[in-house]
């Protein structure tokens, strides 16, 4: 039997490998393994997991970036699950400013710190449906979790804040209309999405608590970054909460949504990182 030594080879002939004990590897989750140089064998396993759970709930092929953090260090922590490249066009993460890097994930510093994704919300999400997530292990207010916004076609913002200045929860994404629910927890997974033309909702830990009569509308070509707001191209707002996981993609349905958090919270709490 080929071992998981092997595996490199058996995922890029997309033949499902084995780990160590026999557990199958998903060639998504080796591909992304092997690029991060994941070396732990819980780290791999919850990846793994994670992997096959989200192709299991018809979620995996809605992720246009998916961001695990895990490894510890900021080498590994910039690369996007879905499409493990060292590339700008497969979104993997640039670290700017100020930040720390462990086991739980990634903190900016709250001032000049921010991670940018090289995602163009405007070319890779649509207009009516896309979502944003993050998974805070910090209870802190203020500070955009992901957000970017341009004045260019109506002052148009797809954000998502688990935790503003006023104790709500905002879920933007079209018009600036600001959606949002009374919030004094940021700890968890949080959740903007957008099903349709006229509608956003949003989601913490896998239930809808916003849905909102929004405007859709395009944001002119605006990269998306995490831990900040981009204005315009001017990075602003910045958040100084811990995040263990975040992804950019197409718009979720509510069971799709509770799925999610089911798959992202197992991940996490098999790396003992659970909120």
């Not at 030594?5 to 499902?16: C, E, Q, R, V």
Request: proline share 3%; net charge neutral.
């Amino acid at each position: 039997m080929i071992g998981y030594g092997n595996s490199i080879f058996l995922a890029t002939h997309g033949i499902l490998a084995r780990s160590a004990s026999g557990t199958p590897v998903d060639p998504d989750a080796q591909a992304f393994i092997t690029a991060a140089a994941i070396t732990d064998p819980t780290q791999q396993a919850a990846i793994n997991t994670l992997v096959v759970d989200l192709k299991g709930y018809s979620i995996w092929s809605k992720m246009k970036a998916v961001y695990p953090f895990v490894g510890g260090t900021a080498t590994s922590m910039k690369w996007n699950l879905k499409d493990p490249r060292d590339l700008d066009a497969a979104f993997r993460l640039t670290f700017h400013g100020g930040g720390s890097w462990d086991n739980n994930g990634y903190t900016p510093n709250g001032s000049n710190g921010w991670a940018n994704t090289y995602l163009i919300a405007d070319n890779t999400l649509n207009i009516s449906s896309g979502h944003l997530s993050i998974y805070s292990r910090s209870n802190l207010n203020g500070g955009y979790d992901m957000g970017c916004v341009t004045a260019s076609v109506g002052v148009a913002e797809n954000s998502v804040i688990s935790r503003w200045t006023d104790n709500k929860f905002y879920a933007n994404y079209g018009l600036q209309t600001y959606p949002n629910v009374a919030n004094t927890d940021s700890r968890g997974l949080f959740i903007a999405n957008r099903n349709s033309a006229t509608n956003t909702t949003g989601y913490k830990n896998g239930s809808k608590v916003i849905d909102t009569a929004q405007t859709s509308s395009r944001l002119s070509l605006k990269i998306m970054p995490i831990g900040a707001l981009n204005n315009d191209g001017l990075m602003q707002n910045w958040s100084n909460r811990q995040y263990s996981f975040a992804s950019i993609g197409d718009g979720l349905t509510d069971t799709e949504a509770a799925n999610f958090y089911t798959a992202v919270q197992a991940f996490q709490t098999t790396l003992g990182r659970q909120v």
